[in-house]
């Protein structure tokens, strides 16, 4: 059984940063793409950020040189460093992953998977 674990949300000031993490677990042979989704009250969930392999990134443009998005391979464990937080980036945010997952040198599934959600309220 996959989980996706994540933690570091919470309420903050405008001007502030939190940093969220997302740790995976369970029969995981590779992790293709993780990354980060939102969404706020009355909202669609949109894409935030995400991280290939190769450690590409990919990034909405509203967050774009506020927020850094990293992996730690060893962990299976995606971050979300969010500096100069606005009231605008409330949301729940949602861990995401594209998995491949098996035994030993064989995959037997490859499939996307989320994270509980966790609330991120900026806010004076």
């Known amino acids: 059984q996959v989980q996706l674990v994540e933690s570091g949300g919470g309420l903050v000031q405008p001007g502030g940063s939190l940093r969220l993490s997302c740790a995976a677990s369970?029969?995981?042979?590779?992790?293709?793409?993780m990354g980060w989704y939102r969404q706020a009250p009355g909202k669609d969930r949109q894409l935030v950020a995400t991280i290939t392999r190769a450690d590409t990134t990919n990034y909405v443009d509203s967050v774009k040189g506020r927020f850094t998005i990293s992996r730690d391979n060893a962990k299976k464990t995606v971050y979300l460093q969010m500096d100069s937080l606005e009231p605008e980036d409330t949301a729940v945010y949602y861990c995401y992953a594209d998995l491949s997952l098996g035994y030993g040198s064989s995959i037997y599934y490859r499939g996307d998977y989320w994270g509980q959600g966790t609330q991120v309220t900026v806010s004076s």
């Open positions: 369970g029969d995981i042979f590779s992790i293709n793409v």
